[in-house]
């Protein structure tokens, strides 16, 4: 089983950035697709942003044009650059790996955004 290890969470004001970077212990080439996810308080998982092995990536509507997904296949890490932060964005953020057959989680790490 891969493991996913996120970091780069904390606390920032609003407007700010933070990076997030995702550690798989495998290949991350081998992975149909890789993606980050949050989950706030008293709400559902939901989809922040996906980058597929071979495609365009994929961002919610709430996130385009802020966030920015990458992946560094030699060094097995996925990055999700997070812009212009709002107390919305307030949340832990979860990595993700997925192909058929198979998904994996990480820990998640915590953003957490001040007005």
């Known amino acids: 089983q891969v493991q996913l290890v996120e970091s780069g969470g904390g606390l920032v004001q609003a407007g700010g950035s933070l990076r997030l970077s995702c550690a798989a212990s495998?290949?991350?080439?081998?992975?149909?697709?890789m993606g980050w996810y949050r989950q706030a308080p008293g709400k559902q998982r939901e989809l922040v942003a996906t980058?597929?092995?071979?495609?365009?990536?994929n961002y919610a509507d709430s996130v385009k044009g802020r966030f920015t997904i990458s992946r560094d296949n030699a060094k097995n890490t996925v990055y999700l650059q997070m812009d212009s932060l709002k107390p919305e964005d307030t949340a832990v953020y979860y990595c993700?790996?997925?192909?058929?057959?198979?998904?994996?989680w990480g820990q998640g790490t915590q953003v957490t955004v001040s007005s």
């Open positions: 495998a290949t991350i080439f081998s992975f149909d697709v």
């Open positions: 993700n790996a997925r192909s058929v057959g198979f998904n994996s």
């Open positions: 980058i597929p092995r071979i495609g365009r990536t």
